[in-house]
């Protein structure tokens, strides 16, 4: 039976190296993910992902089971993405208040189109894609605390009280956070809502 | 019930996480409402909609960059390691260890002084018997030295 995070990480405290490794694999994924849809940079996101798991590596001999490893790791992940968001946008109102930015680096960085496919499915592949390219940018366009609590909910299926923990503040303010978030999504996508795509029904 | 209540309801009734006695009186509000009832229908095909953005791979490059971070790290010490100690502490036992030899070297006659001091002549004789005295009266009669010429005459050149 796999080992839980929480006992990977005792034994990384305990000098097993190969535990660590074992929760890079579990959490790399799900990291950066998490850190893309919240910096909106593949590169940034990266650079975060390796800083979060760097600090939980630092912080291993003084580990101490207290909370569930994901609100750990995902607290840590959320601090340096806030602080990232907010470093970015005061940056970009000092540089480019004249200029507008009007390509998106990132969009396309999913693609997943395959030259070899065939013409339908290459139409399949655009619809989908221009779907996916909408349902970031309405992610995108939510406060980042919103963006974070969406994206910790529905993506790494945290429950509430540990997001709550994570983003700081109580389980009541985070579900109105989660209502108010949604109901953001929901005028976004308001288009995608009325024209169902393949994989929901 | 209310539609703010619902509205503080609506994400865990979607889970599936509310409680079934809070789930029955949810129910029982959404038979009543139709705003409640829509939304709680457009929420659910949001969230839906959310499950079609793919997780984020991350490059190969990241592992790499991982593991060489990982590795640059200082590594915890074995068991043995208490064994070899941090080189401030041996630096500090090196420098404790030749004070303790240098003071079990050194000369002792500091030490007699203690309790009775040296008489006038005890001082005269310790002074006398001086060994760079000694040298004093043999550097002054050394005839080598005298055949030197005068430091004036030098000085003209």
């Known amino acids: 039976m796999a080992r839980s995070d929480v006992q990977l990480m005792l034994d990384v405290k305990a000098g097993d190296e190969t535990s660590f490794a074992l929760l890079l694999q579990r959490y790399r994924t799900p990291l950066v993910s998490f850190l893309y849809r919240m910096v909106r940079n593949r590169e940034q996101a990266e650079d975060l992902a390796q800083e979060v798991f760097l600090r939980v590596y630092r912080a291993r001999k003084d580990y101490v089971p207290s909370a569930k490893f994901t609100t750990w790791l995902f607290r840590i992940a959320t601090n340096l993405a806030l602080n990232s968001v907010r470093d970015t946008r005061y940056q970009q109102m000092e540089i480019s208040i004249d200029q507008p930015v009007t390509a998106d680096p990132e969009d396309g960085d999913e693609r997943t189109v395959d030259v070899a496919d065939k013409r339908p499915d290459i139409e399949q592949h655009l619809v989908e894609e221009a779907r996916r390219k909408m349902i970031r940018h309405a992610i995108e366009k939510l406060p980042e605390k919103q963006r974070a609590a969406v994206l910790l909910h529905k993506y790494q299926e945290l429950d509430y009280g540990e997001i709550a923990k994570i983003l700081q503040c109580s389980e009541s303010a985070l579900k109105s956070l989660l209502f108010r978030a949604y109901e953001a999504l929901r005028v976004e996508l308001a288009p995608l809502v009325a024209l169902p795509g393949k994989q929901h029904g | ?157």
């Open chain 2, 1 to 157: 019930m209310s539609c703010n209540r619902m509205e503080h309801w609506m994400l865990e009734y979607l889970d599936g996480s509310l409680s079934e006695n809070h789930r029955r009186e949810a129910d029982a509000h959404l038979e009543t409402c139709d705003i409640c009832r829509l939304r709680v229908k457009e929420f659910r095909a949001v969230s839906g909609i959310l499950d079609e953005l793919p997780p984020v791979e991350p490059s190969a490059a990241f592992d790499i960059r991982m593991q060489a971070r990982i590795a640059a790290e200082p590594k915890r010490s074995s068991f043995l390691a208490w064994l070899s100690p941090g080189p401030r502490v041996a630096f500090a036992a090196s420098l404790l260890l030749l004070l303790v030899m240098w003071s079990a070297n050194r000369p002792t006659d500091v030490d007699d002084y203690i309790g009775h001091p040296p008489t006038v002549e005890e001082q005269f004789r310790m002074i006398k018997d001086l060994p760079v005295l000694e040298d004093y009266d043999v550097l002054a009669n050394f005839e080598p030295l005298g055949s030197l010429p005068p430091a004036a005459q030098a000085d003209q050149n």
